[in-house]
């Protein structure tokens, strides 16, 4: 179940009167807040899962740019630079 199924639950409850309004924060603050697994590792209950993939894209972004880079400033000095500084060529 996903976390927005979980909240909209948890609302239906508060609103039929299974929970109190006091019970429904400290539910909603321990779905919302991260808890640490059976490794003991924390979990984030889904959230900020896209923020890290996002920062994971630029990062390959980056590291890919950087690579274009060092290939062209390789190829440019081994196979165009000679080329042009031999001078022009008369027959």
């Known amino acids: 179940m996903s976390l927005a199924d979980e909240l909209?639950?948890?609302e239906?409850?508060?609103s039929s009167g299974a929970l109190?309004?006091?019970e429904f924060q400290l539910a909603k603050a321990k779905l919302l807040s991260p808890t640490?697994?059976?490794s003991g590792f924390l979990q984030d209950n889904g959230q900020?899962?896209?923020g890290r993939a996002?920062?994971?894209y630029v990062s390959f972004q980056m590291v890919m740019a950087i690579v274009g880079i060092i290939?062209?400033?390789i190829i440019?000095?081994?196979v165009f630079l000679p080329k042009f500084s031999s001078g022009p060529s008369f027959p």
Do not use: H, V, W
């Open 20 to 22: 109190s309004e006091e």
């Open 12 to 14: 239906q409850l508060r």
């Open 76 to 78: 440019f000095f081994t």
């Open 48 to 50: 900020g899962s896209l």
């Open 54 to 56: 996002a920062n994971r």
């Open 8 to 10: 909209r639950k948890l």
């Open 71 to 73: 290939i062209f400033l």
């Open 36 to 38: 640490p697994d059976e």
